[in-house]
């Protein structure tokens, strides 16, 4: 990639070998390293059509366990994520607008009022041509899980179609007016051997009746990352992602209301920096230095010592106050 780099005043070219600690420094640097202006991004051939799935689990533990079984496999399923479903009245009925249930009676008597929920969605790739063999494919996955029977919902649908699931759900929201929102978002990064211990709380204790929009979760395998990047992750090598992608209602006062949902989110912070979980937070907010250095633990140092090569005059986004003054001596300056 190509990017503006701050300390020469000059663009250059960086990749994985040429200018390599520059690329690994932009890489979670949150804009502190320099500006990138180009990105070269590899490509394949892609599929003509996806079988998208999703199951429900009522307990938490089978849920995350079916997950990290799923991403420790080298043959299963193209894409998988997770999202946990709190209190949604006549889910199964607004599944079926795109998704077909398996066994249509059982799932029509399943109800989903008043519970919470974890659904596990998966996805397989393929080509017309290959129809037989993914429905193979899928049948064996599948029969590996603990997911509740009745909840099995299929739909055959393009890879474009697939792709721009999300997309739908703007189009949707806008309709409504619920789109130019405050989004008050919090991810969190959750140590394996923690995520039993932070379900049991948040989703047992804190978020029990709401949770104003989605909850993603699913697991991630550190050991394929580059620890030379910027990103700061808890210290076990498989760790979970927990995503509260909430939207708030600019006027309410209630629990849809934006001071509300922010209390919640110093709910679930508090019980983790109270319980020692390690988490960490992706794309955090800070306001002092101090809690940066907290946030980095053990890559702070490093962390400043690419500031001063790249940024010494602390130039690049000042608002994160990471570095609110130059780590260079001017006659004007003051040091960090």
């Known amino acids: 990639m190509s990017l503006l780099d701050a300390g020469k005043g000059e663009v250059v070219t960086c990749s994985d070998t040429q200018n390599s600690e520059l690329f690994y420094a932009v890489l979670g640097g949150l804009g502190q390293f320099g500006i990138i202006t180009r990105a070269?991004?590899?490509?394949e051939p892609s599929p003509k059509m996806v079988k998208w799935i999703r199951v429900l689990y009522s307990d938490f533990v089978i849920f995350t366990?079916?997950?990290?079984?799923?991403?420790s496999s080298d043959n299963a399923f193209d894409y998988i994520e997770g999202f946990v479903i709190i209190n949604r009245t006549g889910l199964i009925n607004n599944w079926r607008l795109s998704f077909n249930p398996k066994d249509p009676l059982r799932a029509s008597e399943f109800n989903s009022e008043g519970?919470?929920?974890?659904?596990?969605?998966?996805?397989?790739?393929?080509?017309?041509?290959?129809?037989?063999?993914?429905?193979?494919?899928?049948?064996?996955?599948?029969?590996?899980?603990?997911?509740?029977p009745s909840t099995v919902f299929l739909s055959d649908v393009s890879y474009v179609e697939f792709l721009d699931r999300v997309h739908v759900s703007e189009i949707n929201l806008r309709a409504k007016g619920l789109w130019e929102v405050p989004h008050p978002w919090m991810n969190l990064l959750i140590p394996n051997s923690r995520i039993h211990d932070f379900g049991r709380e948040v989703?047992?204790?804190?978020?029990?009746?709401?949770?104003?929009?989605?909850?993603?979760?699913?697991?991630?395998?550190?050991?394929?990352?580059n620890n030379r990047t910027s990103m700061v992750t808890p210290d076990e090598d498989e760790l979970f992602l927990v995503a509260f992608l909430s939207s708030a209602m600019p006027s309410s006062t209630g629990p849809d209301g934006l001071e509300q949902i922010l209390t919640q989110h110093r709910r679930i912070l508090e019980?983790?920096?109270?319980?020692?979980?390690?988490?960490?937070?992706?794309?955090?907010?800070?306001?002092?230095?101090?809690?940066?250095?907290?946030h980095f633990s053990l890559k702070w140092e490093n962390f400043v010592?690419?500031?001063?090569?790249?940024?010494?005059?602390?130039i690049l986004a000042p608002g994160q106050k990471i570095f609110t003054k130059p780590l260079i001596h001017f006659p004007d300056h003051q040091p960090l």
């Open 203 to 225: 989703f047992g204790k804190i978020l029990t009746d709401t949770s104003n929009g989605p909850i993603l979760i699913y697991p991630v395998n550190k050991s394929r990352w």
């Open 115 to 148: 519970r919470t929920l974890f659904c596990l969605e998966m996805a397989l790739y393929f080509n017309p041509e290959e129809s037989d063999t993914i429905n193979l494919k899928m049948e064996s996955l599948l029969s590996k899980l603990d997911y509740i």
């Open 40 to 43: 070269r991004i590899s490509l």
């Open 305 to 314: 010592q690419r500031k001063m090569d790249y940024d010494p005059l602390a």
């Open 271 to 294: 019980f983790c920096e109270s319980a020692q979980m390690g988490v960490k937070q992706y794309l955090p907010h800070y306001t002092t230095q101090k809690e940066w250095q907290t």
């Open 65 to 71: 366990k079916d997950q990290e079984k799923l991403i």
